[in-house]
């Protein structure tokens, strides 16, 4: 990726899974992106990243995250750019 560099690096494990993920910046650090790798582990159970794959039935964009100091204004500006959300539950 042209001017943008590693910033970080960890591995998380869980009973399903075990996460490598990346977080690339760029020079004054206001776009942040973060590529994971999941390996399943050897239980017969599948991790989410893994089941989102399957469901899709190819790679794709799970979730973005967004840095705002006004959350309600950002939303309604993407969404009248034609951004659909998930509507947030209260549980």
């Known amino acids: 990726m042209v001017n943008f560099w590693e910033a970080d690096?960890?591995?998380v494990f869980s009973d399903n899974a075990s996460l490598e993920a990346k977080v690339f910046t760029n020079q004054n650090k206001k776009v942040k992106m973060t590529f994971l790798n999941s390996k399943p582990m050897?239980?017969?159970?599948i991790s989410q990243i893994n089941e989102f794959l399957h469901y899709h039935e190819k790679d794709g964009v799970q979730h973005i995250a967004f840095a705002t100091e006004n959350i309600i204004k950002t939303v309604e500006s993407v969404r009248s750019r034609g951004m659909e959300l998930l509507i947030a539950s209260n549980e």
Not at 42 to 45: A, E
């Open 9 to 11: 690096e960890s591995k």
């Open 42 to 45: 050897n239980n017969g159970k």
